[in-house]
């Protein structure tokens, strides 16, 4: 099992940045990926930003390309979402995800509400 706590989010005004941090505990050795999902009011969960274990590959949204940077610490378990530039469309809630190389295939965290005002 994995256990994920993300930290970070809040309120803040469009323009401005936030960084997200999702600490990992337990089973880290299986974990393939580590992603960054959100689920804004009336929309499905989408994915945003994803990294590998080892942090050589990065992907990203392309709403989110250029302005989001998703980084890791392995010496800390902690994965991080820098969120720049934002704008009142980013407002969602944000879960840090891990995909596992075993069953169950992934693991959620709670998810932490970032809220931008225009």
């Known amino acids: 099992q994995v256990q994920l706590v993300e930290s970070g989010g809040g309120l803040v005004q469009a323009g401005g940045s936030l960084r997200l941090s999702c600490a990992a505990s337990?089973?880290?050795?299986?974990?393939?990926?580590m992603n960054w999902y959100r689920q804004g009011p009336g929309n499905q969960r989408e994915l945003v930003a994803s990294?590998?274990?080892?942090?050589?590959?990065?992907n990203y949204a392309a709403s989110v390309k250029g302005r989001f940077t998703i980084s890791r610490d392995n010496a800390k378990n902690t994965v991080y979402l820098q969120m720049n530039s934002l704008e009142s469309v980013d407002t969602a809630v944000y879960y840090c995800?891990?995909?596992?190389?075993?069953?169950?295939?992934?693991?959620w965290g709670q998810g932490t509400q970032v809220t931008v005002s225009s």
């Open positions: 995800a891990a995909l596992m190389n075993t069953l169950p295939r992934y693991y």
């Open positions: 337990g089973s880290i050795a299986s974990i393939n990926a």
């Open positions: 990294i590998t274990s080892s942090g050589g590959s990065t």
